[in-house]
């Protein structure tokens, strides 16, 4: 889900922040689950505890998301 730039903490943009773990899971062949710039949640507010944490049910939700995408790479094997 690499895409535009946004900016991490750091205030770099995330894509070249990202871009060294990228390339070290495609060496390696390892999945690499990202969703900086998936807006999927970043515009709920209700699945947020402050600016940047999700809270409870924000959590469970983003996890359901990330086990479905493990569940489908497991199968793909």
Do not use: W
């Amino acid at each position: 889900m690499q895409g535009e730039n946004t900016f991490d903490f750091r205030g770099l943009p995330a894509d070249d922040v990202y871009a060294p773990l990228i390339s070290l899971a495609q060496k390696y062949n390892v999945p690499f689950l990202n969703h900086n710039n998936d807006t999927t949640y970043s515009y709920r507010k209700d699945y947020f505890y402050d600016s940047v944490h999700l809270n409870r049910k924000g959590a469970t939700a983003y996890t359901q998301e990330i086990m479905k995408e493990v569940k489908h790479l497991l199968q793909m094997d």
